[in-house]
């Protein structure tokens, strides 16, 4: 099953089912893959939407969802929930998924779509690391692995953000770095760590070998966003849309069937810092997303306002930012518990019946 989570992407404005053009393809999940496409949503979120309505359709038996109705979506989504228990996030994206299907695909808007319940979201604190586990986690990993790691802490990245990254993004000399296109198709500037100046400037030197090595043997360039392969179709070949982290082999671009060098592979890194944090000893559920988690924290602890550690995040809500400060209301000592005034009474207690009675000894 794919997370809950979708891949940040640029998201269009609303498109009337009325506006769109007539569908080319036969068969519906061909279909359901053109008019995401065409509404230019992220490839994580086309597999995620094609995977949620076939399990729909087999739910039901292969009926064709344009004879099935409110009760057949309900029918599936409780299904989800009682039998499959997934998360909230998890519902809500298959729920997604459906309405995407018939509004969008089957043309069908009728006011049963906007009746079905929605999941209450389960807001949960979030998993944080200390300055120290985070040292013990960076000294197990390394090269571009380490780097990338650091660099997600160091700005506060989502991996997608990171693994996007082109050669053109990055602003070493004025120590700013672009995310282009984040989460709801927003553009944001982060600061770069000093820090991390030297390993990108080496790390930049090893992708611009990769790139040379693929200019010397003709390969095709790099994905580029929307039309603009068409519009410019030699900046993908160029060096400042190259990757700053690129895969070291090539391979099949699932949508035009380019042979291309991708960047990274998110689950690459995730394996790799699983294996760091249970090489560290540290015993939380932390994911890549956990030092994005811990730059907040740690931006809030330092005693940054959390308007600017919000714009840095790229939120669109404080209300999402403030999560944050749960964290540093009963973590670090930020509440003392009753707990540890009453021990420090019994030490003073016990340590003034010892003196008392070293006293009457040495009388």
Same mark, same amino acid.
């Not at 080319?24 to 230019?40: G, P, V």
């Given at each position: 099953?794919?997370?809950?989570?979708?891949?940040?992407?640029?998201?269009?404005?609303?498109?009337?089912a009325a506006d769109l053009?007539?569908?080319?393809?036969?068969?519906?999940?061909?279909?359901?893959?053109?008019?995401?496409?065409?509404?230019?949503?992220?490839?994580? =979120?086309?597999?995620?939407?094609?995977?949620?309505?076939r399990a729909f359709i087999r739910f039901?038996?292969?009926?064709?969802?344009?004879?099935?109705?409110?009760?057949?979506?309900e029918a599936f989504l409780s299904w989800l929930a009682d039998e499959r228990r997934v998360a909230?996030?998890?519902?809500?994206q298959a729920l997604s998924a459906l309405l995407f299907l018939y509004g969008k695909v089957l043309g069908v808007n009728l006011p049963w779509m906007q009746e079905i319940g929605r999941p209450r979201s389960q807001r949960r604190i979030p998993v944080v690391l200390t300055r120290e586990e985070l040292g013990r986690v960076f000294a197990?990993?390394?090269?571009?692995?380490?780097?990338?790691?650091?660099?997600?802490?160091?700005?506060?990245?989502?991996?997608?953000?990171?693994?996007? $990254?082109?050669?053109?993004?990055?602003?070493?000399?004025?120590?700013?770095?672009?995310?282009?296109?984040?989460?709801?198709?927003?553009?944001?500037?982060?600061?770069?760590p000093e820090a991390l100046q030297i390993p990108l400037k080496v790390q930049l030197q090893r992708?611009?070998?990769l790139w040379s090595a693929d200019q010397a043997a003709g390969k095709?360039?790099?994905?580029?966003?929307? %039309? $603009?392969?068409?519009?410019?179709?030699?900046?993908?070949?160029s060096w400042a849309w190259f990757w700053v982290f690129p895969q070291d082999h090539h391979s099949v671009d699932p949508r035009s069937g380019v042979v291309r060098r991708h960047h990274l592979y998110d689950q690459t890194f995730q394996r790799a810092f699983k294996r760091a944090i249970q090489g560290a000893d540290i015993h939380k559920p932390a994911t890549p997303h956990t030092l994005r988690h811990s730059f907040a924290t740690?931006?809030?602890?330092?005693?940054?306002?959390?308007?600017?550690?919000?714009?840095? $995040?790229?939120?669109?809500?404080?209300?999402?930012?403030?999560?944050? =400060?749960?964290?540093?209301?009963?973590?670090?000592? %930020?509440?003392?518990?009753?707990m540890d005034a009453l021990a420090a009474q019994s030490g003073a207690q016990l340590h003034a019946a010892v003196e008392s009675h070293q006293r009457a000894v040495a009388r």
């Open positions: 099953m794919p997370g809950s989570s979708i891949a940040p992407e640029r998201v269009p404005p609303p498109v009337p053009p007539p569908l080319r393809s036969k068969r519906l999940l061909d279909q359901l893959r053109e008019r995401i496409r065409f509404l230019h949503y992220s490839l994580r =979120t086309e597999e995620a939407y094609v995977y949620w309505c039901h038996r292969l009926q064709h969802p344009k004879d099935l109705g409110a009760e057949a979506v909230s996030s998890t519902h809500r197990m990993m390394q090269g571009e692995h380490a780097l990338l790691a650091q660099l997600l802490y160091g700005t506060g990245l989502r991996i997608a953000e990171a693994l996007q $990254l082109r050669v053109k993004d990055l602003d070493i000399s004025h120590r700013a770095l672009i995310v282009r296109h984040g989460k709801g198709g927003k553009d944001r500037v982060l600061m770069l992708a611009h070998v095709g360039g790099v994905e580029m966003p929307d %039309a $603009l392969e068409r519009k410019y179709p030699r900046a993908g070949a740690h931006l809030l602890q330092d005693g940054y306002d959390i308007r600017t550690v919000q714009d840095l $995040l790229g939120h669109a809500d404080v209300a999402t930012t403030m999560i944050y =400060t749960h964290v540093l209301k009963v973590g670090g000592g %930020a509440v003392r518990s009753p």
